[in-house]
């Protein structure tokens, strides 16, 4: 998938990805601690695997955008 070229494009991919990690990790937070707050803190998983995500999506954009502004 070829990556967007305009900066606007890629800051606003950028947080919306953000916005709707915190919006889905929090809903689960939620869950669990209504549901079944003696059991594991299972909203660890996602926290954890889409923060990895999280994490490069932001290493890629930054590098993006650094690119960008060189040039």
Not at 16 to 39: D, R
């Amino acid at each position: 998938m070829p990556l967007p070229t305009n900066q606007t494009a890629i800051r606003w991919g950028l947080w919306s990805h953000i916005v709707w990690y915190v919006l889905a990790n929090v809903g689960q937070i939620f869950t669990w601690y209504y549901a079944t707050p003696e059991l594991f803190f299972w909203p660890l998983w996602s926290i954890v695997g889409w923060g990895i995500g999280l994490g490069i999506h932001i290493w890629v954009a930054q590098r993006a955008l650094r690119v960008q502004a060189v040039h």
